[in-house]
């Protein structure tokens, strides 16, 4: 699984990519078609009655089994944590659906991680399972929608990393969230649309980071941070809304390459305007509360931004260094004690002269 800050394009995990072939042509040919697994006993039965191509253990210290049918179908059953098996990943070209037993309370790290037809996860009713490790489905880009069970509290770093063709998840808006973990579910390009739960505390670093279809987004009242890069290049994304945002913490790039978030709050850019050879004077709205303020700016389709930071009592600052005949996306953060507040709307400026 590729770290967050690594540049390169999806890749397999290291380690494992030489597994990641597929099945002899004359074991393929034997399977039957590939149909999806659904939630409820009706999947539990069909995958009881399927013929079975195998199946195997996952996690010495539980009695996770996993059972995969000729119909493509893998069940997990009995308790415990589900950890990785190279037996398992080795038969991963041939899944189409996952079906999560009640009783399973950990999706282990990489756990189905380059499973390349993979199109359908489904959750017994009732389902006990409290974590999705890291990595636990990277790169398995056929997956089209999924919906968390409430009871998972933590969804680990990279489990949904470079999920291509991701466009639904459901996440329990009573449920146990606590965590999103580094790049969970960066690059999943299609996804465009998240609730999150109330009960969420934590963003990780580059969490949604690439989710270009992404439009809208609300952070709950009782999530402390977002770490960097969290929101980068959402180009979609038109509100993004912080229901704290005194008692969140933002990182000063978590929307790094995102051209136009409107207002959290009261804050907004009254004016950009040239003031002299490679400078720019900026100007916006008092926010009382205020400690101090940061002036993000960057040249337009620029990645890299920087930054200037200045006092609560400051009302405008000028940006100086600035490329001539170039224009600049320029946003203001308000802080209260470290603690950012909230945002104003990106305006980009007249071409520096």
């Not at 995958?47 to 179908?73: F, I, K, Y």
């Not at 490790?133 to 069970?149: D, K, N, V």
Request: proline fraction near 4%.
């Amino acid at each position: 699984m590729r770290t967050a800050r690594e540049e390169s394009a999806c890749s397999k995990p290291k380690g494992r990519a030489a597994l990641c072939v597929g099945l002899a042509l004359a074991l393929a040919a034997a399977l039957a078609p590939a149909a999806a697994v659904a939630a409820g006993s009706g999947a539990a039965a069909r995958q009881e009655s399927a013929a079975v191509l195998a199946q195997g253990t996952l996690g010495e210290e539980s009695s996770v089994r996993w059972t995969l049918a000729a119909n493509g179908n893998l069940a997990l059953s009995g308790s415990g944590r589900a950890t990785a098996s190279e037996e398992l990943f080795d038969w991963g070209d041939e899944v189409v659906g996952v079906y999560v037993g009640r009783e399973v309370e950990s999706l282990g790290s990489e756990l189905f991680s380059c499973f390349g037809k993979l199109e359908t996860v489904a959750f017994e009713e009732g389902s006990v399972l409290s974590e999705i490790g890291p990595g636990a489905f990277s790169s398995c880009s056929r997956l089209r929608r999924i919906s968390i069970p409430a009871s998972v509290q933590s969804i680990g770093a990279g489990a949904f990393y470079c999920c291509y063709g991701l466009e639904q998840l459901e996440l329990a808006p009573e449920g146990s969230l606590k965590d999103i973990g580094e790049s969970a579910f960066s690059s999943c390009e299609k996804l465009d649309g998240i609730v999150l739960p109330q009960s969420l505390e934590s963003i990780g670093a580059y969490a949604f980071n690439g989710c270009s279809s992404l439009r809208q987004l609300r952070v709950p009242a009782g999530v402390r941070s977002i770490g960097e890069r969290a929101l980068g290049d959402c180009s979609a994304l038109e509100t993004f809304t912080l229901d704290n945002p005194a008692g969140t913490q933002l990182a000063r790039d978590a929307l790094a390459g995102t051209p136009q978030v409107p207002a959290t709050s009261e804050i907004a850019i009254k004016g950009v305007h040239a003031a002299g050879k490679g400078k720019l004077k900026v100007s916006w709205t008092k926010v009382p509360e205020a400690s101090s303020y940061k002036v993000v700016f960057k040249k337009k389709g620029a990645k890299k931004s920087r930054q200037l930071k200045l006092g609560g009592g400051a009302r405008t600052a000028t940006l100086k260094g600035l490329a001539r005949g170039k224009r600049y996306q320029v946003q203001v953060i308000a802080y209260s004690q470290g603690k950012s507040m909230c945002l104003s709307p990106a305006r980009l400026s007249p071409k520096v002269r």
